[in-house]
């Protein structure tokens, strides 16, 4: 998992006229793009210049980007680092990323599908997994209810759609 990219953010328009973009940040906080010099935007690797927060979002600076016109043409690109950057992780802890694709099985080890993505609307993690049939369902992601074990989750099939 190594070689891939993670979004931190995403492009959301620009700002004012001298460059600036605006992000929906896809973390707590612009300090978590401040602590990366370089960072991809839309693919191509870029200088961070400054960031800052804003409401809900962050304003920031990307070297190369200089007026609006280019601030703009930036709008739904994702802002990403490589997987490596990102700080090691402690017990029990997990990156969402790294749940993309996770296959999921029962308590007897029989395949149920796989998890296409994690969502948090504030109640904590959901993972959304995608059986076999193509059917999806939003999975609590609790022990007991689903259990991260050995790169599979497992899952309590009473849970599924």
């Given at each position: ?56 979002g962050a304003i920031a600076r990307f070297e190369g980007i200089a007026d609006r016109t280019s601030a703009e043409g930036l709008r739904g690109s994702l802002v990403e680092i ?80």
């Amino acid at each position: 998992m190594v070689d891939k990219r993670i979004p931190l953010a995403a492009v959301a328009g620009a700002h004012g006229i001298k460059g600036e973009v605006r992000l929906k940040l896809f973390s707590e906080s612009a300090q978590s793009l401040a602590r990366h010099a370089r960072l991809y935007v839309g693919g191509t690797e870029r200088r961070l210049l400054g960031v800052r927060d804003s409401g809900k979002g962050a304003i920031a600076r990307f070297e190369g980007i200089a007026d609006r016109t280019s601030a703009e043409g930036l709008r739904g690109s994702l802002v990403e680092i490589d997987r490596a950057a990102l700080p090691p992780l402690g017990e029990g802890e997990y990156y969402h990323a790294d749940l993309i694709g996770i296959p999921c099985v029962d308590r007897e080890g029989c395949a149920l599908g796989s998890v296409v993505a994690v969502e948090n609307f504030g109640a904590g993690d959901l993972l959304e997994v995608e059986s076999e049939g193509g059917r999806r369902s939003l999975i609590p992601f609790k022990p007991g209810i689903a259990d991260l074990d050995d790169g599979r989750i497992v899952l309590d099939p009473e849970f599924l759609a």
